[in-house]
């Protein structure tokens, strides 16, 4: 078949998307991660700086850098539809197809293979900058007649497109290139193409955030400038857990500063001169769910400074409160699926911010000071309600630990976190200078693989599912460790059945297999070994606590954490019957 080559006569090739897919097809044609970031590396030492940066965007499973608030926003019956429109199949072919190979990707080559609208002789070549010009066109097409504007934009890439660039385009719309390769093996192959390390590498990515940026940093040789600054979002720091007080005295032999854990989302607040940026868990931009934060961050000030206004970063909790009481989680959920946000939703579910670290402040960057400094500095800055400083206590006992987890309990709080003092701030990095204590046996963050029919009220809703966590070994790797049925309203199972069937991969009649994007919060008794699942783990009474929307398969917990809580359990057990 011809595959459109000759139809590149441009000298730069390293542009084109065809070529783009042909590497693609080269990185996932072998399991050797070492030949992977060689293609890798080759290919993007050539290109120019415009198609670099979309490149690695693309390799690394991205359409647009994280913290845009752009989205393509395409589903599965709009593709469907839209080959229907260019090929010689029906809507009835098409879904027979896709049920064959369960892929979208397979389906859409085999659709444009047989395309009747346009010979593929009259293509003109697509480029890696044309698709996400399109891209970005498609994205920022919204309103009345939207669906039917999105779809023609799609049909004229398709137009445009070969059966095999076809295949990557779905892959790219879906989110779901399945090459082998991670975002880790792109910052490899970056590393390796412009002869930096890969330590600075991924120093800049944690504080950047987009591969983008950072590939071009890479090449002109200036990762060293890869500052903090608002407006860009920075990876967050995240905390370890352990299972009791005893344990965390004993491991830190110190006082350490003790907060609520707040049962809410996290989000950091930029603030640039009049402009205010709240970016979630995943980097993305929400501020439009918060208006009143926004409006009341404007006011954020400094008393003791000449400046009157100040930029600054700040890390902290989004939490639903009303009544001097925090709201359960589900209703700030219910607040941020609403896609406009009026003040009738604020007066049902009002907001209060609460604000724990600092990481930039007035062209200085906060993260290498110790948490104990950083908290002097938080305390001198001027906050307005609904924005507020987190409560905090200095802990050095169990005795001390036991009363505050209490205390917040009563309050109608999680837990608590403790944090060591010295500690400075670690984007993107997970350890124990924060320590998450939320109750004896700890939450579990899980994701969705298997989906099943329920019964009775429930026929004809996917009611109950199997969920996973990463293996011990590699995160790309998904270990089952239990199912749950309870624990979510109609509303939230009849939400959660219509995005299981947008992430379908095989419809066995009875249940469905998905992708893994939906992120529950799991709460249970106890853990068991068990050879039911092949993580050789099972949780007890597993029961569903939260849907997680503001998390991805990327935060979920692991196979280690699974087993570090089984040990504990039995040691804590054996303890009690001595």
């Known amino acids: 078949m011809i595959d459109g080559l000759n139809s590149v006569l441009s000298a730069d090739i390293s542009t084109h998307f065809l070529h783009f897919v042909h590497l693609c097809e080269k990185i996932l044609g072998t399991t050797s991660k070492n030949m992977k970031v060689n293609f890798l590396s080759e290919y993007l030492s050539s290109m120019n700086d415009e198609s670099l940066s979309v490149a690695v965007l693309f390799l690394s499973n991205r359409i647009f850098p994280l913290g845009s608030k752009s989205a393509v926003n395409i589903g599965y019956s709009t593709i469907m539809r839209t080959l229907s429109e260019i090929s010689t199949l029906d809507q009835n072919k098409i879904q027979q197809i896709y049920l064959k190979y369960g892929d979208m990707g397979a389906l859409s080559e085999y659709a444009i293979s047989k395309m009747h609208t346009v010979s593929l002789f009259q293509q003109r070549a697509l480029t890696l900058l044309s698709v996400h010009d399109r891209f970005r066109r ?64 991924r ?11 950072v590939a071009l940093l890479a090449k002109k040789g200036l990762l ?138 007035n062209g200085e960057v906060m993260i290498r000071k110790p948490l104990r400094q950083r908290k002097e500095i938080l305390s001198k800055i001027s906050f307005r309600e609904p924005i507020i400083n987190a409560y905090q206590n200095i802990v050095n006992s169990e005795q001390g630990i036991a009363a ?44 969705i693989v298997i989906a099943e029919y329920g019964h009775g009220k429930r026929a004809g809703t996917l009611s109950d599912y199997t969920f996973a966590v990463k293996d011990e070994h590699s995160n790309d790797q998904l270990k089952i460790i239990g199912k749950a049925y309870s624990g ?22 009875y249940r469905v297999i998905v992708r893994p994007e939906i992120v ?59």
């Not at 060591?420 to 204590?437: A, N």
Request: aromatic share 8%; net charge positive.
């Open 138 to 201: 498609i994205a920022d097409t919204i309103g009345y007649n939207s669906g039917k504007s999105k779809r023609n934009l799609l049909k004229g890439l398709f137009l445009n497109s070969s059966p095999l660039e076809a295949k990557y385009l779905t892959k790219m719309i879906n989110g779901e290139m399945r090459i082998g390769l991670t975002e880790g093996l792109v910052e490899v192959a970056v590393s390796k193409a412009f002869n930096q390390e890969l330590r600075i590498v």
């Open 203 to 213: 120093e800049a990515m944690l504080v950047l955030g987009d591969i983008s940026q």
């Open 224 to 361: 060293h400038t890869a500052l903090v600054r608002p407006l860009n979002p920075v990876s967050y720091m995240l905390a370890d857990v352990m299972i009791t007080a005893e344990e965390i005295i004993d491991y830190y032999q110190k006082p350490l500063i003790c907060e609520y854990k707040y049962d809410g989302i996290r989000a950091q607040m930029h603030k640039s001169g009049q402009q205010i940026r709240f970016f979630s868990r995943k980097l993305t931009d929400v501020t439009d769910a918060f208006p009143e934060l926004a409006s009341v961050a404007l006011n954020t000030n400094l008393p003791s400074s000449s400046l009157s206004k100040i930029d600054l970063i700040l890390d902290g909790e989004v939490i639903a409160f009303l009544h001097g009481k925090p709201l359960h989680f589900q209703d700030l959920q219910k607040r941020l699926r609403k896609k406009n946000v009026t003040e009738q939703i604020t007066k049902e579910v009002p907001l209060v911010y609460v604000v724990y670290d600092i990481i930039y402040l």
């Open 404 to 447: 505050m987890f209490e205390e917040s309990r009563d309050m109608g709080h999680e837990g608590l976190v403790l944090k060591d003092p010295d500690s400075q701030y670690y984007p993107g990095r997970r350890g124990r200078y924060w320590i998450k204590l939320k109750k004896e046996l700890d939450t579990i963050d899980a994701v």
């Open 488 to 509: 979510l309203t109609d509303d939230e199972i009849n939400i959660i059945t219509k995005k299981l069937r947008t992430i379908m991969i095989r419809d066995d009649g």
């Open 520 to 578: 529950l919060e799991i709460a249970f008794d106890n853990i068991q070994k068990s050879d039911r699942h092949n993580s050789g783990f099972a949780l007890r009474f597993p029961r569903i606590k939260n849907i997680r929307i503001d998390k991805t398969v990327k935060d979920i917990d692991s196979l280690p954490k699974i087993k570090q809580i089984y040990n504990k359990q039995v040691y804590l057990m054996n303890k009690n019957n001595v």
